[in-house]
């Protein structure tokens, strides 16, 4: 059974950081994008970041500069390094990743959410 298992939530306060994870496990024949995105209260579910095989980052503008995007391909892993942390990236964050089950058959898979909460 595939799936993404995501870890390192929490409550710190303005300013501090945290490091999420998520591992992708199972028959898995490739990984292509991994992304994290997050949830707030009564909004709608909102990318943060994603990252390709090679690679390549993208941000959404109120995370950039403050959080960092990267991947470990042997480990099938993605990890969002968050700094600067403010109130109002308080979410669930949950990461998503493209991942081939066989040759040529793609699927998206979600991990089950993190929680952050950043107060003072």
């Known amino acids: 059974q595939v799936q993404l298992v995501g870890s390192g939530g929490g409550l710190v306060q303005p300013g501090e950081s945290l490091r999420l994870s998520c591992a992708a496990s199972?028959?898995?024949?490739?990984?292509?994008?991994m992304a994290w995105h997050r949830q707030a209260p009564g909004k709608q579910r909102e990318l943060v970041a994603s990252i390709s095989t090679g690679g390549r980052p993208f941000y959404r503008d109120p995370v950039k500069g403050r959080f960092t995007i990267s991947r470990d391909n042997a480990k099938n892993t993605v990890y969002l390094q968050m700094d600067s942390l403010k109130p109002e990236d308080t979410a669930v964050y949950y990461c998503?990743?493209?991942?081939?089950?066989?040759?040529?058959?793609?699927?998206?898979?979600w991990g089950q959410g993190t929680q952050v909460t950043v107060s003072s």
């Open positions: 998503n990743a493209n991942l081939m089950l066989t040759r040529g058959w793609w699927e998206v898979h």
């Open positions: 199972g028959s898995i024949f490739s990984v292509g994008v």
